[in-house]
T-cell receptor
Framework: GAVVSQHPSWVICKSGTSVKIECRSL??????MFWYRQFPKQSLMLMAT?????????EQGVEKDKFLINHASLTLSTLTVTSAHPEDSSFYIC????????????FGNGTRLTVT | AQKITQTQPGMFVQEKEAVTLDCTYD???????LFWYKQPSSGEMIFLIY??????QNATEGRYSLNFQKARKSANLVISASQLGDSAMYFC??????????FGKGTRLHILP
């Protein structure tokens, strides 16, 4: 149980274009999802908390107009990297808490974004 | 503010030996959870073990155990009888109940044959 699916697993795009990444909870409802970013050989940095039916909460230093988050249903959150630039190239990984306060984060398999 | 510290950037351990990965944390919250995740080279995050701040006993999951010392604010992961497949990046993480989780910088574990 508690499977999170993330799509696509990798994407290459040209500078200036936008890329949408989907995160789905397959067998549970997730009112809250979390988006992380990971640079090579570094830790996961929390970008934002995605709340179903309301605006996302962004961490300090994360551009909300650059990284658009939409949590339209209890099973789907999307992250759109707008006007992507090479410095946006990174590994993006979503996660959702399972049911219960003590449940861990369940992660998608991540999306490797390369902006050329 | 919450903070997670992993002081071992890398470790080399002989196969079948036990290994301890260090983690210390800082928080002012009275209630919190501590997590360990494994990240192989493929990138996925694999949940290993959880310890609640009010749990009286140390958590165990198969070959994984969490050495929780609340007064010292440490939550070390112990892997018994290490295997070649244990080679990966290991992250310690912390979060309040139902809330976001923050991660330490990780420890890269290499198991030697």
């Amino acid at each position: 149980g508690a499977v999170v699916s993330q799509h696509p697993s990798w994407v290459i795009c040209k500078s200036g274009t936008s890329v949408k990444i989907e995160c789905r909870s397959l067998d549970f409802q997730a009112t809250t999802m979390f988006w992380y970013r990971q640079f090579p050989k570094q830790s996961l940095m929390l970008m934002a908390t995605s709340n179903e039916g309301s605006k996302a909460t962004y961490e300090q230093g994360v551009e909300k107009d650059k990284f658009l988050i939409n949590h339209a249903s209890l099973t789907l959150s999307t992250l759109t990297v707008t006007s992507a630039h090479p410095e946006d190239s990174s590994f993006y990984i979503c996660s959702a808490r399972g049911t219960g306060d003590d449940s861990p984060l369940h992660f998608g398999n991540g999306t490797r974004l390369t902006v050329t | 503010a919450q903070k997670i510290t992993q002081t071992q950037p890398g470790m080399f351990v002989q196969e079948k030996e036990a290994v301890t990965l260090d983690c210390t944390y800082d928080t002012s919250d009275p209630s919190y959870g501590l997590f360990w995740y494994k990240q192989p080279s493929s990138g996925e995050m694999i949940f290993l073990i959880y310890q609640g701040s009010y749990d009286q006993q140390n958590a165990t999951e198969g070959r994984y155990s969490l050495n929780f010392q609340k007064a010292r604010k440490s939550a070390n992961l112990v892997i018994s009888a290490s295997q070649l497949g244990d080679s990966a990046m290991y992250f310690c993480a912390m979060g309040r109940k139902g809330d976001k989780i923050i991660f330490g910088k990780g420890t890269r574990l290499h198991i030697l044959p």
